[in-house]
Nanobody, 123 residues
Framework: QVQLVESGGGLVQAGGSLRLSCAASGRTFSMSAMGWFRQAPGKERELVAAITWSLGNTYYADSVKGRFTASRDNAKNTGYLQMNSLKPEDTAVYYC????????????????WGQGTQVTVSS
């Protein structure tokens, strides 16, 4: 198994920035990618960003493209989501998840999840 522990959420004003971290432990050698999902009240969970662990290939949803950046530190087994120019509509619980596949846009490949962290953007 892979254990994921998130940190870095909080309350920020519109236009501000936050950085989420996701520290992985356990069978990290099985990780091929890390995805970042979010779920707002009454909405479905959506994949907003993902990164392959080896090559660092990335995916971004159109809603966050140009504002969010996914990165990883392989030595620390930690992934990051830098969120800039935050908007009220970015308010959600954010989850990191690990995948054993490099097909990072397929939600079915994500099998281990962090506990989630709340991000609230005030207008």
């Amino acid at each position: 198994q892979v254990q994921l522990v998130e940190s870095g959420g909080g309350l920020v004003q519109a236009g501000g920035s936050l950085r989420l971290s996701c520290a992985a432990s356990g069978r990290t050698f099985s990780m091929s990618a890390m995805g970042w999902f979010r779920q707002a009240p009454g909405k479905e969970r959506e994949l907003v960003a993902a990164i392959t662990w080896s090559l660092g290939n990335t995916y971004y949803a159109d809603s966050v493209k140009g504002r969010f950046t996914a990165s990883r530190d392989n030595a620390k087994n930690t992934g990051y989501l830098q969120m800039n120019s935050l908007k009220p509509e970015d308010t959600a619980v954010y989850y990191c998840a690990s995948s054993g596949s490099v097909f990072i846009t397929d939600h079915r490949n994500y099998n281990y999840w962090g506990q989630g962290t709340q991000v609230t953007v005030s207008s």
